[in-house]
């Protein structure tokens, strides 16, 4: 196949392809090598220009399948938007994990005999 070398605009990989010999192929392969490149790089310009909250990012984050591309090559100025986007919903499920936790203690302290001896041995591990 005919075309010259590109690289990607998202993860840099580079791929060919040429507009006249792929009719078939969408527009955007001028600009990215794969699909989800595309995806995520109009992800992050739209929260790069506030278009969108981190919250609504790291929604349609979620929903993104970004396992084939190669994170590790994506522009610096990218980079550090992706993480933001990454780095707090990190934080936020850790949050819902240690909450999820804490119903789960209050829930059974009630009045369930084999909770109560677990919490005794920990009372006495502690002293
Ligand atoms: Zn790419």
Not at 109 to 123: F, G, K, P
């Amino acid at each position: 196949m005919k075309g010259k070398i590109r690289n990607c605009i998202l993860c840099g990989n580079s791929y060919k392809f040429c507009p006249r010999c792929s009719k078939d192929e969408p527009s955007w392969k001028k600009l990215y090598d794969k699909a989800s490149c595309k995806a995520l790089y109009e992800l992050i310009l739209l929260y790069k220009e506030e278009a969108i909250t981190l919250d609504e990012a790291q929604n349609r984050f979620s929903a993104l399948d970004i396992s084939g591309i190669d994170t590790s090559n994506i522009k610096p100025a990218f980079q550090s938007y992706l993480d933001e986007i990454k780095k707090k919903k990190r934080a936020k499920s850790k949050k819902n994990v240690d909450v999820a936790v804490e119903e789960i203690i209050e829930e059974s302290s009630d009045n369930d005999e084999s909770v109560e001896l677990e919490s005794d041995e920990a009372l006495l591990d502690e002293e």
